[in-house]
Every structure is written in C-alpha cells, then in structure tokens.
C-alpha cells in the first residue's frame, strides 16, 4: 500500500468519525427539542379549558432527586431489592431471638421454692437405681437447687449407696415392692413426714413436688434366640412391673398433693428398633405405652405427666467412665454353634458400628453424648413450669434418631449399621464342616487312647 493510499484511508476514518459524531449530536439536539415541545404540549393541553378534565393530560411528575447520603442510598436499595432484604431480616432476626432465648434459659436461676424463713419445704422422690450415674447424678443436682431428695431403694446395698452422697437432704426411701404391707407402711411414714408441721415455732409443712421414675437403662443384648427366658422376665420385672408398682404406690400421694410425674426412658435404641436389641425395644414400648395411659388418667386430675425420652449422655463427670470398649468375637462364645454361625457376624459389624457412633452404650453413658446439664435443666423445668409438655427429648441423639426411625426404611438403616443377608446354604455348609471335623477329632482322641 502507497502512502496516498494510506492518505487516503486516514482522511474517510477521520471523515466518518466527525459524521458520526455530527448525527449523534444532532439527534440528541432533536431528541431534547421534541421532549421540550412534547412538556410544552403536555402543559398546554393540561391547563386547557376546552378540554373535559378526564382527558386532560397528567402533569409529569418532576424527576426523583438523587441520593447522597448512606442512609439514602441504603433506602433506595431496600426498595428496589425487598424480596433479598426481607430475607436477611428473617436469618439475622431469627439469629438474635434464639441466641436470646438461649442465654436467657442458661442464665435462669432455677431454684426450689423455700419457706419464710429459708428452709427446704419442697420434696422430690427419685425412683431409680441407686448406683446408676443417671440417678445419683439428679439426686445431686435436686438437692443442690433446693429440693428435699429421696432416692427409693430396695436393698441395704442400695441404702448404703444414696449414704454415700454425703449430702444431707438426699435420703433413702427404703420400698419394698415384693411385701405390699412393707411397701404401704414405708408410703404412710412418707405421708406422715409431709403432714407434720417442720420449722422452729412454724407451721411450715412440706410440699410433694413431683415423683421422677428412672428405669434401669443397662438392657441385655443378643439374638432373641439366645436370650433367655429368665431374662426378658428379669429385665420385664424390674423395669417394667416395678416401674408399674412404684407409680401405684405413690399414686394416692401424687394426687392428694397434685405433685408432677416425670418418666425416664431410653429412646436412641427404641427408635431405629434395631437386630439384637430386642429387650430395650419391648421394655421401652411396655412403659411408653404406659405413660400415655397415665398421661391421660391424670390429665383428668389436672396432674402433668411428662416423658423425658433420653439420648447419650455424657457420664464421666460423676465417676462413670465409658463402655465403649470394642466387641471381639468372645461376647459370642455363649451362644450356640447353630446362632453363631447364623448371627455372630451381623451382631460384631453392628456392634462395632454403633458405639463408634455412640449408639449402643451401656448406662447412656458416651463420651460423644451431651452434658448432664441439659438433663438436669429439662427435669427441674417439668417439676416448676406452669404448663410442662408431654413429651421432652434430651441428650444428643434422641431428636434425630428419632426422625431417622420413624422416616427412613428400616432396611436402610440396618445396612448402615453394618447388617448384611447371610446366606443359609453357606451356613449349612459351614455346620457340616464343623461336624465333620469334630468326628475326626473325636476319632483322633479315640485312636491315640
């Protein structure tokens, strides 16, 4: 290319820039005489009084002035953007009232009610194992907030274990279930105890506050094939029939004094209903079934009963260390050959499992478990609130495993726990296998003697 044609080339670029820039100007000088005479139009038609008012032409409104500040700024982007500012006013406000209501419930002073001049007048009964951590744990905790804690015992074991809290307003209750005239005599003690008047020159009587019944938490485990009758009729009778028997001898107490009713009951186990642990699920099933018919016996009465159903909890606290040491194949060595070969290897994947997870654990008790104060918290709550539920779930594990047991097929969640289909043929093949080698050895034995 030629310098006059490069000339050349250079002069239409500049030519066609100052046409363009020529038409844009003169199109936004048309465009801004047009806009004049349209408002001048506009407000001439307005004014006009040839013209019926509904026709008329609105006036147009004068521009919107510009924001300057912060706050002006900030105004002019909620309303254009209120769908996302009412969203963060939801996550933020619904933040703040929960971090409010939970240091407000952490923070409440939750004591007992005491007499004019200071003294205990509030009585609560725990009903539970004495050497259980749950059960000395909130004989403790009542009587460190101000309650007057008996702890019902059955043995001269059990009466030495409540002696050895050395606290002095958590007494034995002894209560002999099996001999109903022992039973009724030690109740008409406990009455008299709550009618005679107390204090130094006072009228001060104490007042039955609630009953806190506390099953046994520790439940055999195993195939029901090889869990024996003696068994599932110890753990229906202790659990069970003496939670029963003691609800019916404090009962005419419960009423006369319109004292609280608290039950205690595992709900991790009973809730995913899984293989082995057949003992807890019956057990547990037996007392809800029979705390809702007392819950509804007593509501008649204007009598609360509540059922804490309890997750794992975490008991090294108060000198109960944990259970979760790992299964080895000597927990299957009672059974028979027949469950063994059938079960044993489901029940270890199982095992090992669930305490990884603090599932299965002897006593609640888990190092991944909650602290004993929620526990405490949610009992004293029920004994003193105006309204207390029905239902409580406490300790980590009962609110989401109970979702998971009532939601997720109960397939699913055995293969999660490690539970896997086995095989009858492989079985059957195994047993003849063993027998065979038995017979050799048999015959080993005979030929050498």
Request: hydrophobic share 40%; aromatic share 6%; net charge positive.
């Amino acid at each position: 290319m030629t310098s006059d044609d490069q000339h050349f080339l250079d002069l239409l670029s500049s030519v066609s820039k100052d046409i363009r820039k020529f038409s844009t100007e003169a199109a936004e000088a048309t465009d801004r005489q047009i806009d004049l005479l349209a408002s001048k139009i506009r407000s001439t038609l307005s004014n006009s009084p040839w013209l019926p008012e509904s026709a008329r032409p609105k006036p147009q409104a004068p521009p919107l002035p510009v924001p300057t500040t912060l706050f002006e700024r900030l105004g002019v982007w909620i309303s254009r953007n209120r769908a996302l500012t009412a969203a963060i006013v939801a996550f933020f406000g619904t933040g703040a009232v929960l971090v409010y209501y939970q240091r407000n419930v952490r923070r409440r002073s939750r004591r007992a009610k005491r007499a004019g001049n200071g003294a205990r007048k509030e009585v609560v009964v725990v009903a539970g194992p004495a050497s259980a951590a749950v059960t000395k744990s909130l004989a403790m905790d009542l009587e460190k907030r101000g309650f007057i804690v008996y702890v019902v015992v059955h043995s001269v074991e059990e009466e030495q274990e409540v002696d050895e809290l050395a606290r002095g307003d958590v007494r034995p209750l002894n209560l002999e279930l099996v001999e109903p005239l022992t039973s009724q005599l030690a109740i008409e003690r406990f009455n008299q105890l709550l009618a005679t008047p107390h204090g130094d020159g006072t009228s001060r009587h104490l007042q039955f506050t609630g009953l806190v019944l506390v099953p046994d938490l520790v439940y055999p485990s195993g195939p029901i094939e090889t869990v024996s009758a003696e068994l599932w009729s110890d753990a229906l009778t202790a659990k069970v029939v003496g939670t029963v028997a003691t609800t019916q001898a404090f009962l005419p107490t419960v009423c006369a004094h319109k004292a609280r009713v608290l039950v205690l009951t595992p709900s991790i186990v009973p809730s995913l209903r899984p293989a082995f642990h057949g003992v807890e699920t019956a057990v547990v099933g037996a007392l809800e079934g029979f705390t809702h018919t007392l819950q509804r016996e007593l509501g008649t009465l204007g009598i609360p009963v509540t059922q804490l159903r309890l997750g794992s909890f975490d008991c090294s606290t108060i000198g109960e260390r944990t259970h979760m040491l790992p299964l080895s194949s000597s927990a299957t060595l009672m059974w028979p050959l027949s469950a063994r070969n059938l079960y044993a290897q489901n029940f270890l994947s199982q095992g090992r499992i669930g305490m990884n997870n603090g599932i299965f654990t002897e006593s609640g008790s888990s190092p991944k478990g909650s602290s004993l104060r929620e526990l405490h918290h949610a009992v004293f709550d029920n004994l003193t609130q105006r309204y207390p539920q029905q239902v409580v779930r406490v300790g980590r594990g009962s609110l989401i495993y109970d979702l998971v047991g009532r939601f997720v097929p109960g397939g699913l969640v055995g293969w999660i726990l490690g539970m896997r289909r086995v095989s009858l043929d492989e079985v059957a093949q195994a047993r003849m296998e063993d027998s065979v080698a038995a017979w050799e050895k048999v015959e080993r034995s005979t030929t050498i003697s």
